[in-house]
C-alpha cells in the first residue's frame, strides 16, 4: 500500500511538473535561470575576495614578524655587546646580567623564526589560492558575459518565433478552412460576391433575350441610321459650301417677288433662280441660304447684298 501511495504521489508530482513547463513562460524561465547565475557570479566573488584577503592579512602578519625577528636579532646583538664591554671593563656581574638578556632576545628570536617560516608557507598557499581565485572570477566573467549574449540571442529567437506562431494562426483564418470564431474567411466572401455577380449576369442575359428588349434594339438600330443618314446631307451640304462662293442670305419667313429688290443692272431671272436654290440652315431655324450657282454674266462687283450696296467679294457661307 505505501508503494503504491510513494508511486502516485511521484506521478502526480511528475505531470504537475510537465504541465507547469508547458504552460510557464520561456522569457520568464530565461530571466530565473540569470538570476541564478548572477547570484553564483555573487557568491564566488564573495568567496574569492576572502581568499585574497586571507593573503593580504597573512601578508601584513608576515611583515611584522619580519620587523619582529629584525628587532630581536638586533636587541640579542646589543646585549652581547654589552656583555662583552662589561666583561672588557672588569664588571662580570654586568657581563652575566647582559649575557642572560641577550640569551631571552636568542629564545625570543627562534620562536619569531619559526613562526616567520610558518607565516612564508602560509602566504605562500594563499598566494596561490589568490590566483587560483582571481581566475576562477574571471573565467566566471566570460561566461557570464556568454550567458548575456546567448540571454539576448534567445529572446531574439522567441520573438521570432511568437510573430512566425501568429503569422500562421492568421494564414490559418484566411485559409479555406471554416474560421476559429464568428467572422468569415476571405474565401467565404469572395465565393458569396462570386455566386451574387453571376446571379445578375444571368439575370441580364434572360431580360436581353425578350421581346420587348429586341424591340428596344431595333428602334435604335432605326434611329442611329436616321442619325447617320442626317449627319451624311449635313456634311454634304458643307462640302458644297466650301466649294463655290455664297450668295446673301433671304431673311427668315420673307420671300423676296421675282423683279423686287434686285439691284439695277442684274437679272431678275438670277435672283429668282437664287432664291429658289436656296438650301434650309442645319439648324432648324427657317433661314434660306442662297443658291450656290451663279449666273452668267455675273461678276462680283454686279453682286447685291440686299441692301442696295454692292458686294466687294465672294463672302463665306453661313454656319
Known amino acids: 500500500m505505501a508503494n503504491v501511495v510513494r508511486k502516485a504521489f511521484r506521478y502526480l508530482s511528475k505531470r504537475a511538473e510537465v504541465a507547469f513547463e508547458e504552460k510557464a513562460r520561456p522569457e520568464i524561465q530565461l530571466e530565473q535561470a540569470m538570476d541564478e547565475a548572477r547570484g553564483q557570479h555573487e557568491r564566488l566573488v564573495s568567496q574569492a575576495a576572502l581568499v585574497v584577503g586571507?593573503?593580504?592579512?597573512?601578508?601584513?602578519?608576515?611583515?611584522?614578524?619580519?620587523?619582529?625577528?629584525?628587532?630581536?636579532?638586533?636587541?640579542?646583538?646589543?646585549?652581547?655587546?654589552?656583555?662583552?664591554?662589561?666583561?672588557?671593563?672588569?664588571?662580570?656581574?654586568?657581563?652575566?646580567?647582559?649575557?642572560?638578556?641577550?640569551?631571552?632576545?636568542?629564545?625570543?628570536?627562534?620562536?619569531?623564526?619559526?613562526?616567520?617560516?610558518?607565516?612564508?608557507?602560509?602566504?605562500?598557499?594563499?598566494?596561490?589560492?589568490?590566483?587560483?581565485?582571481?581566475?576562477?572570477?574571471?573565467?566566471?566573467?566570460?561566461?557570464?558575459?556568454?550567458?548575456?549574449?546567448?540571454?539576448?540571442?534567445?529572446?531574439?529567437?522567441?520573438?521570432?518565433?511568437?510573430?512566425?506562431?501568429?503569422?500562421g494562426r492568421v494564414m490559418e483564418q484566411m485559409s479555406s478552412l471554416p474560421p476559429v470564431g464568428d467572422v468569415p474567411t476571405l474565401a467565404d466572401v469572395r465565393d458569396k460576391v462570386e455566386k451574387r455577380y453571376a446571379t445578375a449576369l444571368g439575370r441580364q442575359e434572360l431580360a436581353s433575350q425578350g421581346l420587348e428588349a429586341q424591340m428596344i434594339e431595333v428602334r435604335r438600330a432605326t434611329m442611329d441610321a436616321q442619325a447617320q443618314g442626317r449627319l451624311a446631307e449635313l456634311r454634304a451640304g458643307l462640302q458644297s459650301g466650301h466649294s463655290s462662293p455664297a450668295r446673301p442670305a433671304v431673311p427668315s419667313g420673307q420671300g423676296a417677288p421675282a423683279g423686287e429688290g434686285v439691284p439695277a443692272g442684274e437679272d431678275p431671272s438670277v435672283a429668282a433662280r437664287g432664291g429658289a436654290a436656296a438650301l434650309d440652315h442645319p439648324g432648324g431655324t427657317g433661314e434660306r441660304r442662297p443658291s450656290l450657282e451663279k449666273a452668267p454674266g455675273d461678276t462680283p462687283s454686279s453682286q447685291d447684298d440686299g441692301s442696295g450696296r454692292p458686294a466687294t467679294g465672294p463672302q463665306a457661307p453661313p454656319r
Open 54 to 167: 586571507n593573503q593580504r592579512h597573512i601578508e601584513m602578519k608576515l611583515g611584522r614578524k619580519i620587523e619582529e625577528v629584525a628587532d630581536l636579532t638586533e636587541s640579542a646583538r646589543s646585549a652581547l655587546t654589552l656583555a662583552d664591554n662589561s666583561r672588557a671593563a672588569g664588571d662580570p656581574a654586568a657581563a652575566g646580567r647582559y649575557e642572560q638578556t641577550a640569551q631571552a632576545f636568542a629564545s625570543r628570536l627562534i620562536a619569531a623564526e619559526a613562526a616567520l617560516e610558518d607565516l612564508k608557507v602560509l602566504q605562500r598557499q594563499a598566494a596561490e589560492s589568490a590566483a587560483q581565485a582571481r581566475t576562477a572570477v574571471e573565467e566566471n566573467t566570460l561566461r557570464m558575459q556568454r550567458l548575456a549574449a546567448e540571454r539576448t540571442r534567445l529572446l531574439t529567437q522567441i520573438e521570432h518565433a511568437a510573430m512566425h506562431e501568429q503569422m
